[in-house]
């Protein structure tokens, strides 16, 4: 059986899937970045304009640190 991933119907609900059939169809991966307008400067800008996040807080680390330390 073969899956529709182009059906948008899982985790990327506001973003358009592909198959791997219409992404070969217009030449490969770098040719559909090219007529999608995705290519590796697009998301360098992207990632350079991103807002700098922390995974944790000063205190979710130390308590995390103690966790860990406790379980040992």
């Known amino acids: 059986m073969k899956s529709n991933i182009s059906a948008n ?3 990327f609900k506001t973003h358009r ?3 791997p ?3 070969l ?7 559909f970045g090219h007529k999608t307008n ?4 697009n998301l ?8 700098v996040a922390e995974a944790f807080t000063k205190e ?3 308590n995390l ?6 379980d040992k």
């Open 21 to 23: 059939e219409e992404i």
């Open 44 to 51: 360098i800008k992207a990632l350079e304009n991103t807002p």
């Open 38 to 41: 995705k290519n590796n400067l």
């Open 65 to 70: 640190v103690s966790e860990l330390d406790n």
């Open 17 to 19: 899937a592909y198959s």
């Open 60 to 62: 979710e680390w130390d």
């Open 25 to 31: 169809a217009a030449g490969g991966a770098t040719a």
């Open 9 to 11: 119907e899982g985790s």
